[in-house]
């Protein structure tokens, strides 16, 4: 394997966002909790991957490993401490809208009655009830498959953990793949706590996790 450059991209090009797009597809096509959240309907993935990329460069950070030609080989995005995705009407308008409105009418239920009914109280009961806000909250984080186990999510991960370092801040994250819990532990993550959420087109696990050092930090500030 060539070498790959990690860095965080403040601007993304619509070409770098567009290929981020198709990773996560192709990451998520047969993730139940992105296909739950699509209201079943797969063709909408990208533009929900669409418009979770866009708040996040409006709010967040996004970060990116290419190889010597610029190609993405993964990303991670994340919302520092302060920040909530898609809270506002400007991260809304960036595509989030377009989304909800289509969405079949049973992922429009589902998403308003279960997964905003169930999911924030959860990570709340992991966390406490301000610890994903106080977190740097990692909401994707994308390797291209014959790039996995080269040590790119490692660094992704390392650029924003070495940042947050700095001022004892927190990450913190869910994965709706169980395979995933071993690997964020290998990474230094603590897992917090795990459910199933129902859905119509198949009941999807997630797990919450932290870092362990942050996590000892935050319990005792």
Request: glycine fraction near 8%; charged fraction near 20%.
């Amino acid at each position: 394997m060539s070498r790959f450059t990690v860095e965080r991209i403040e601007y993304p090009s619509e070409a770098q966002i567009d290929a981020s797009v198709a990773l996560f597809v192709l990451c998520m096509k047969d993730d139940l909790a992105a296909i739950s959240l699509c209201g079943g309907d797969i063709s909408l993935l990208g533009l929900q991957a669409r418009a979770i990329l866009q708040a996040g460069i409006f709010a967040g950070e996004y970060y990116a490993a290419t190889d010597e030609n610029g190609n993405i080989l993964a990303f991670t995005m994340w919302m520092p401490p302060g920040q909530e995705m898609l809270s506002t009407p400007e991260q809304r308008a960036l595509g989030f809208e377009e989304f909800i409105a289509r969405l079949p009418q049973a992922g429009k239920e589902y998403f308003k009655n279960v997964y905003l009914a169930e999911f924030p109280g959860f990570v709340a009961s992991c966390l406490g009830t301000t610890g994903k806000l106080d977190s740097w909250w990692l909401h994707m984080a994308m390797v291209v498959p014959e790039w996995r186990r080269q040590g790119i999510a490692k660094a992704l991960i390392g650029f924003v953990r070495a940042k947050a370092a700095q001022k004892g801040e927190t990450l913190a994250l869910s994965t709706t793949a169980s395979k995933n819990v071993p690997i964020y532990r290998a990474l230094g993550f603590e897992l917090k706590g795990e459910r199933v959420m129902p859905s119509p087109w198949g009941d999807w696990p997630f797990s919450t996790n932290g870092s362990a050092e942050s996590f000892h930090v935050m319990k005792y500030r």
